[in-house]
C-alpha cells in the first residue's frame, strides 16, 4: 500500500507535478474551471502508475497542476466511483497521492439531486454535513493505521472556516448557496420514489453518487475540506418523471459560472 502510494508520488514529481496548496475534485460537468487554471503540466490517470482510469464519458481522466487565484493547484478532472466498479480505497486513492504532494486544503463539487424541493434545479448547495449510504467505508482495510489515525473524528467533516468564506463569496456575488445535507449512494441506477422519501426521512437535503468517501479520507489526513453540489433535478417522489442524464449534464454546465466564482474567490483567501 505505501509502496504504490511512494510509486505514484514519485512518478509525478519526476514529472513536475507538485508541490501543490490546494486539491481540487471536480465533478460531473464540472470541467470548465480547467479554462482559469494557469495549467503547467497535466497527464492522463491512465499513464500514473497505481491510478484507476475514469471510465464515466463525461468525465475527462486528466490530473492537472497549475497556479489558480495565485496558488498552485492539483485538480482531478473528472473523479472514481464506486459504480465503475472500483473499491472505496480505489476511489480515494488520488486524495492519498494529493496529500503527499502537498495540499493542506481540497475543495471538491458534485453534481446531486435535489430532494429538498425548497431548493431548486440550477441551484448550489454548500455541503455542511453528510450520510453515508454507500455500504462501507474507505478507512475499512488492514493496515489503515499505517496511513492516518484509524477513528477518524468526523464531527465536523467540513471545514467550518471555509463554510463560512463561501458563505460570504455567495453573499457579494449574488449567488444562491443553499446549505444542507449530502446523502451518498452507491448508483448508477437513479433512486426510486420510496427511495427519495426514504433520503428525505434521513434528514438529507441532496443526493449523490460521489464525494463521501472523499471527504472521509481527506480527514484522516487531516486536510480542511469544503465542497459544493449543483443541484441537477429536483426529487420530488410525488411527481417523479423519467431522468435524462444529457439534462443534467446541461444544467450542470449551466450552473458552472457560479461555481468557478466560488471557487477562484475562496482560493484567493488561503
Keep these: ?56 464519458e463525461f468525465h475527462k481522466g486528466k490530473l492537472l497542476y497549475g497556479t489558480l487565484s495565485g496558488k498552485k493547484v492539483i485538480v482531478m478532472q473528472g473523479r ?37 424541493l425548497n431548493f ?11 450520510i453515508n449510504l454507500q455500504g462501507s467505508s474507505p478507512l475499512a482495510f488492514k493496515g489503515v493505521e ?13 471545514n467550518p472556516e471555509l463554510n463560512k468564506r463561501f458563505e460570504a463569496i455567495a453573499k457579494s456575488n449574488d449567488i444562491t448557496l443553499h446549505k444542507g445535507v449530502y446523502a451518498s449512494v452507491v448508483g448508477p441506477q437513479l433512486e426510486t420514489r420510496a427511495e427519495y422519501r426514504m433520503i428525505k426521512l434521513l434528514g438529507a437535503d441532496a443526493v449523490g453518487m460521489s464525494t463521501v468517501p472523499e471527504v472521509i479520507v481527506a480527514n484522516h489526513l487531516n486536510l480542511k475540506v469544503a465542497a459544493v453540489s449543483v443541484l441537477t433535478d429536483e426529487c420530488d417522489p410525488n411527481n417523479l418523471k423519467p431522468i435524462n442524464i444529457n439534462e443534467i449534464i446541461a444544467m450542470a454546465e449551466k450552473a458552472e459560472p457560479q461555481m468557478i466564482t466560488l471557487f477562484t474567490e475562496l482560493i484567493k483567501t488561503l
Excluded at 146 to 158: I, K, N
Design 80 to 116: 472514481f466511483h464506486v459504480y465503475e466498479g472500483y473499491s472505496l480505497y480505489a476511489v480515494t486513492y488520488p486524495v492519498r497521492i494529493m496529500e503527499k504532494l502537498g495540499i493542506k486544503t481540497l475543495l471538491v463539487s458534485n453534481a446531486a439531486g435535489a430532494i429538498n
Design 1 to 56: 500500500m505505501i509502496k504504490f502510494i511512494n510509486e505514484t508520488v514519485d512518478y509525478l514529481k519526476e514529472r513536475e507535478i507538485g508541490p501543490a496548496d490546494v486539491g481540487i475534485i471536480l465533478g460531473t460537468g464540472l470541467g470548465q474551471l480547467v479554462d482559469h487554471i494557469d495549467i503547467e503540466k497535466q497527464i492522463s490517470y491512465n499513464h500514473i502508475p497505481n491510478f484507476p482510469t475514469a471510465t464515466v
Design 146 to 158: 499505517q496511513l492516518g489515525e484509524r477513528f477518524t473524528d468526523m464531527s465536523a467533516p467540513y
Design 120 to 130: 431548486k434545479k440550477g441551484e448550489l448547495m454548500l455541503i455542511d454535513d453528510h
